[in-house]
């Protein structure tokens, strides 16, 4: 063992932007190489500096801090670079799990391929990946769709744009939104369509409630969403007779085929030729 840890890069290096990927849940899930960079870096650059001090105080680390988050990433991201040009190091952490994922850190790290300041990812949870192995769904290939919109009409956008997708789909969720967003869904893809609900990941009341959209819809619609959710979607099938559109209006269809890009006629003639009718009939329907 310690032959194979010599040949580890586990030195801190100056001037070198760590992103540390933190516990979603579980304290025990911090890697000792986590604690050795945060215990080792400069400074550490945190989303929410209240948040990460408690994880901070727990592991016996006292470092000083800046924070970074949605609102002050630009000037912020330009400060951190700086230091890190002039050979601090950094770690760098978000709420919970890998940054980049769904948080600013994606922004710190586009910044620094730009200003050619090296970056390295300390490997650890991330909630998505966590939900896909668990959900007894297809995880060879995997959409990642992070959080719908709030907005019922925009949500319902991209979900017509993703009803033809065959591969699992992941989706970030809030309990206060969950309702609507298993409604929409279940109105756009269908009630049948498999999806697994993953809650409270990691934690001590994890739960991976395997069902349908048309389970899920009636399964909150007596209790009351709570906690942290990542939902994984079957992607469609193509075959049975079940195709992406079966759940569309005429109109859906073709705005679907407009979002992909095509003109108007050709999306009328794409819809008509999945429903095996003539471009006219979908043509009077959608005018
Ligand atoms: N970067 C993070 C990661 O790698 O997991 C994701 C950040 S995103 C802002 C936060 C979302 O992740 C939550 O709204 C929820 O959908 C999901 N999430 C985080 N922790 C979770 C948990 N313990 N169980 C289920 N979902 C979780």
Known sequence: MSEYREREKNEIEGGMLYLVATPIGNLSD????AIKVLSEVDFIAAEDTRNSRRLLTALGISKPMVSYHDHNRRERGEEIALRLKSGESCALITDAGTPGISDPGEDMVALCAEEDIPVTLIPGPCAAINALVLSGLPAGKFVFEGFLSAK????KAALRE???EKRSIIFHE???KLRATLDDMCEIMGEDRRIAL???LTKLN???IRTTLGGAVALYSEKEPRGEYVLVLEGAKQADGVEFWTNMTEREHVDFYLSQGMSKNEAIKAAAHDRGVHKSEIYKLVL
Do not use: T
């Open 152 to 155: 019922s009409s925009e949500r």
């Open 162 to 164: 993703l009803a033809a």
């Open 198 to 200: 993953c809650r409270e």
């Open 174 to 176: 809030a309990p206060h």
């Open 30 to 33: 911090l890697s000792e190489r």
């Open 206 to 208: 994890e739960e991976i």
